[in-house]
Nanobody
């Protein structure tokens, strides 16, 4: 099993910065993708960014140039540095581990979520 524990959410003014952290424990495999999703009430959860163990990163268009995802494989920890935050970045942010079993559909593991609020 996999456990994901997030930290670092909070309230920040527009233009400010926050750093989210997520510590993964349990059975973590080298091919597992770590990433961050976010969700606002009434909308589907959306992928914000993800990263492979080799450091290849994907970003949603809405956060490119503002957010940076990084991963410490030795600590099984993933980070999301969020700069130039906008009110529309307000959401619950979920840490995610995505695993692709051979020939099967992806398996998702989720953290409990951390609230990020961007407001003056």
């Amino acid at each position: 099993q996999v456990q994901l524990v997030e930290s670092g959410g909070g309230l920040v003014q527009p233009g400010g910065s926050l750093r989210l952290s997520c510590a993964a424990s349990g059975s973590i495999f080298v091919l597992d993708l770590l990433g961050w999703y976010r969700q606002v009430p009434g909308k589907e959860r959306e992928l914000v960014a993800s990263i492979t163990s080799g450091g290849s990163a994907f970003y949603a268009d809405s956060v490119k140039g503002r957010f940076t995802i990084s991963r410490d494989n030795a600590k099984n920890t993933v980070y999301l540095q969020m700069n130039s935050l906008k009110p529309e970045d307000t959401a619950v942010y979920y840490c995610n581990l995505r695993r692709y079993p051979l020939g099967g559909s992806p398996i998702h593991y989720w953290g409990q979520g951390t609230q990020v609020t961007v407001s003056s």
